[in-house]
């Protein structure tokens, strides 16, 4: 990443910071907050993105999460384009310099304390840098180095502005042209202890104040990563935010399998890239024929994506194909993950020495059990995915708290997003190849342990704890015990997993197929797979583990058993007053559950290993395992 600079534009520097170009849609997207070696900078919107006209677009295609996306983009007054709907970030390189060199960000905040006497001072009184600091002058003899203020403003909407420490050390007070202020921090960093201060008046006022609800001004609705004349009218009043905290921005990425739907191959086919451009405006059968007759790859392209002959298909089902691709089919006719578990579902035997076709994105094959390696018999069976693409793409962000996703990995239309873009109609996305098995547990054994009265019973109290996070009228769906042992149950295999499948543990991910039992499609499955971009991804280790899955249910079974937190661990309530708000877990921490955050998909949230294994304190009846596989 770059950082737009006054003079430095025929400069020949490295980049200011690098970050993996799968962080732009997750910890670092636009608008995030990030602390370089010596800046602190904000991530620029997608308007200044900016690509090399020399190269072709990255570009990445996925009908399915498009089409589902779509309505969540337009709530924000955009429209994705069909042909090119996501982008991977431009890529810099350190020994290059010009306007295509990476991303480009804004210097954030603009308030910066002197290290040496703690003065407060704006960038504009500061003059340039020397070297890689600002300078305070101090008194006539000394200077101090200045560094970027920890503290800035938002409102519950992400919008984002400095924190008004003038307006805020003098709000009880007489006010003066607060040219002498002062941030002074004790030894513990708590909020009692960081006080504001104006010598020019001798006022001062704890930054605790700032943490109460009502106390700062109204948001001006600034969005700096979009732009200076990107402020919107905004009626909340802003909250004090530590750049670096937790809460500071929660990407809402949503994410796709690229699987082969049944009945849809053929709009697939005239999506993809090679035939997009040839087809997108031959919305009638006569401009089909004609390029068919003028075009032979675009016979031999839909052969070779649907599998199937291009005489199969007449000249209006593909022009019928066009228009649906333009709009006319706004979402999938099932949810993400359902339509991804019938895919599963449909997976054939394993063959002795079958290899994935190359042109293939998706192939999966169901093992099959031996005498030597039966299958537990909680299982159904396990599918060993051999290829397969996820496509991830960002839709927004908030700020102060997280988006949480329903059971399809899809979020309520109700969210209040903050934009990535004023007028861009594509999304920063990211693809992974890569390798996983899935584990689908026999529908009438889970729904058995569901009912179970200390089941039920502990769904009351991890019910009760979602409450008092979302409140009991307002926010996402209780996902339900069956959900919290599939999801702690995957956190414990991916650990296992990691000792053995070649893999780190942070290059793995998960996929929790979860519908209740009243659903049309009941699920219970999970989908552990290679989580990293790059060239790790097929190395085939985590197939094999598939063939071992009673070892790792074994290991699993005893990593869970006891934590090195026990007692605390295993007595936690997700319903009791709890400082820590850990209010959507149950026996859940870091010494037993938790795992790399980019691992998880709900942010090592919703999880209790007391519904998989027997803990200390709890009803042995709580755990789907009752002894060791």
């Known amino acids: 990443m770059t950082e737009q600079k006054p003079g430095a534009k025929n400069q020949r520097r490295p980049p200011d910071g690098r970050i993996r170009l799968s962080q732009l849609v997750t910890t670092f997207g636009p608008g995030a907050m990030v602390d370089l070696v010596h800046d602190a900078v904000l991530v620029s919107g997608l308007d200044y993105w900016r690509y090399d006209a020399k190269k072709p677009l990255p570009s990445l295609e996925e009908p399915r999460l498009r089409e589902r996306v779509n309505p969540r983009v337009r709530a924000l007054g955009l429209t994705l384009s069909t042909d090119g709907a996501f982008r991977t970030g431009p890529a810099g390189k350190d020994e290059s310099s010009g306007p295509w060199n990476g991303i480009q960000v804004a210097e954030f905040p603009a308030w910066f304390v002197c290290q040496r006497c703690r003065a407060l001072s704006h960038r504009k009184s500061l003059g340039d840098k020397k070297g890689d600091r600002y300078k305070h002058q101090c008194n006539r003899s000394d200077s101090g180095d200045c560094v970027p203020v920890r503290f800035v403003a938002t409102c519950k909407d992400g919008h984002l502005d400095e924190f008004p420490w003038n307006w805020f050390v003098h709000q009880a007070g007489e006010r003066c042209d607060g040219k002498d202020l002062f941030l002074k921090e004790g030894a513990t960093g708590d909020f009692t202890e960081i006080i504001v201060q104006c010598r020019s008046c001798n006022q001062q006022r704890s930054l605790a104040d700032a943490r109460e609800d009502q106390v700062l001004p109204d948001c001006k609705g600034r969005r700096p990563w979009l732009g200076h004349q990107a402020d919107v009218p905004c009626s909340n009043k802003l909250h004090l935010l530590s750049r670096t905290a937790s809460n500071a921005y929660f990407a809402q990425t949503m994410s796709a399998l690229s699987i082969p739907e049944k009945g849809r191959e053929l709009q697939t ?361």
């Open 269 to 629: 086919a005239v999506s993809s890239p090679q035939l997009w451009p040839f087809l997108k405006n031959a919305t009638s059968a006569d401009k089909v024929a004609t390029l068919r007759s003028m075009i032979d790859a675009i016979n031999s392209s839909i052969a070779a994506i649907t599998n199937k002959p291009a005489s199969d298909y007449s000249d209006e089902e593909i022009a019928a194909a066009v228009n649906g691709v333009h709009g006319g089919q706004d979402a999938p006719r099932e949810g993400l993950r359902t339509a991804e578990f019938k895919q599963f579902l449909m997976a054939r035997n394993e063959q002795p020495g079958e290899i994935p076709p190359a042109h293939e994105t998706f192939f999966a094959s169901r093992l099959i059990p031996t005498d030597q390696q039966p299958l537990p018999s909680c299982l159904a069976d396990v599918t060993l995915v051999k290829k397969l693409r996820r496509v991830s793409a960002q839709v927004g962000f908030t700020r102060l708290s997280s988006p949480v996703a329903d059971l399809q990995g899809e979020y309520d239309d109700s969210t209040q997003l903050a934009a990535l873009t004023l007028a861009e109609s594509w999304l920063p996305a990211t693809e992974i190849l890569g390798e996983g098995i899935l584990l689908r547990f026999r529908e009438d054994v889970v729904r058995a342990w569901e009912e179970r009265p200390a089941v039920v019973e502990r769904a009351t109290a991890l019910l009760e704890g979602f409450h008092k996070k979302f409140g009991n009228l307002q926010g996402p769906l209780f996902p339900g015990p069956r959900y919290f042992m599939l999801h702690s149950l995957s956190h414990l295999l991916m650990t296992a997993m990691s000792l053995e499948c070649g893999y780190s543990a942070a290059s793995l991910s998960e996929r929790i197929y979860c519908a209740p039992a009243t659903d049309s499609t009941p699920m219970a499955a999970i989908l552990i797979l290679t989580g990293s971009s790059g060239s790790e991804g097929t190395l085939g280790g985590l197939i094999e583990q598939g063939r071992r899955i009673n070892h790792h249910l074994r290991r699993a079974y005893n990593l869970a058993a006891l934590c090195s937190n026990d007692p605390v661990c295993a007595s936690h309530e997700p319903g009791e007053n709890d400082h820590t708000e850990r209010f959507l877990e149950g026996a859940a921490c870091h010494g037993c559950l938790y795992i790399a955050e980019p691992s998880c998909e709900k942010f090592n949230s919703y999880l209790d290993r007391a519904l998989v294994v027997p803990v200390i304190g709890k009803d042995p009846a709580l755990a789907f395992f009752g002894a060791c596989p």
